[in-house]
């Protein structure tokens, strides 16, 4: 019995990106009624965890590897409430996030995933203060062996 290594294909990939707002403690329906959109998620601080509050708007890409137009459709969605953003960041002291999470494929032969960030984009963040933050995760080698037969 022979081992071979397998490599992560991509095909089970889950990439997705969100806007978050973020703080301590604060009323996420407040966020909700005043920029009118739902978020997709949120969460409440507790002991030990989660840390902090958090009322997040998610785009799933799945598999897709160009996120770039996925920051675009989140922009779409918050770039004309830029002055609302700003107020709820004042009023109820938040801050705010764009957050990338990433299935990186470790198949040589698979392409990486593109961040655009163009002037948009830039222009949208600058006008915001909204952080941007890559969460990257590759598939673990351990445990990726399997038993072929010889």
Do not use: H
């Amino acid at each position: 019995m022979s081992y071979e290594k397998l490599t992560y294909s991509g095909t089970e990939c889950n990439n997705y990106l969100y806007l978050s707002f973020d703080a301590e403690y604060f009323d996420t329906e407040k966020i909700t009624a005043e920029l009118n959109i739902g978020p997709t998620s949120v969460m409440i601080k507790k002991e030990p965890v989660p840390k902090s509050t958090a009322w997040e708007y998610r785009i799933d890409a799945g598999n897709k590897i160009d996120l770039e137009s996925y920051l675009q459709q989140l922009i779409n969605i918050f770039e004309p409430k830029v002055e609302i953003i700003n107020g709820l960041k004042s009023k109820y002291d938040l801050t705010t996030r764009i957050q990338f999470v990433v299935d990186i494929d470790i198949n040589p032969e698979s392409s990486t995933p593109y961040f655009g960030l163009n002037k948009r984009a830039v222009d949208f963040l600058a006008k915001t203060g909204t952080e941007v933050d890559f969460d990257l995760y590759k598939a673990d080698t351990i445990g990726l062996l399997q038993k072929s037969d010889e």
